[in-house]
């Protein structure tokens, strides 16, 4: 599906019918006047919890340690998910052993990748 994430969410992914979401890299939209277009937001966030089946994984992944520790922080305050938990880096077995274009320039620059993985509860109810 291409499209927009949030509208996508909302309109069309049943309730508890995926097992992994993953947000690798999300646009930082650095300035404070477009912080509001940011992905990881008190909107999409429940849609993805909704959409999470039980014992469901979100993963979140950024070079961007203020975009990260606000995304932590809103998962808690807009969700019920458990976590975050950390998320071990494992060396690229080649050169292309990256999830994405990002990840790839971050770490070959030396540079962190902050990850973190949110759980729903295996709890039904």
């Keep these: 599906v291409h499209g927009d994430a949030q509208r996508i969410f909302a309109e069309i992914v049943p309730v508890a019918s995926l097992r992994a979401v993953h947000v690798y890299f999300p646009d930082p939209w650095w300035k404070a006047r477009h912080k509001k277009r940011r992905i990881m937001n008190e ?6 919890a ?4 039980p ?3 979100l993963h979140f ?3 961007v340690e203020e975009y990260f520790d606000t995304g932590v ?7 019920t998910l458990s976590g975050p938990f950390a998320v071990a880096e494992r060396p690229a077995d080649h050169d ?12 070959r620059g030396g540079l962190p990748v902050f990850r973190a993985e949110f759980r729903k509860s295996a709890q039904v109810g």
Excluded: I, N, S
Excluded at 73 to 79: D, E, P, R, S, Y
Excluded at 96 to 103: A, I, K, M, Q
């Design 55 to 57: 014992g469901g994984c």
């Design 96 to 107: 292309l052993d990256y999830r994405t274009h990002f990840e790839r320039r971050t770490r």
């Design 61 to 63: 992944w950024t070079d």
């Design 50 to 53: 909704r959409a999470l089946e």
């Design 73 to 79: 922080a809103t998962v808690k305050a807009a969700t």
């Design 43 to 48: 909107d999409f966030l429940p849609q993805v």
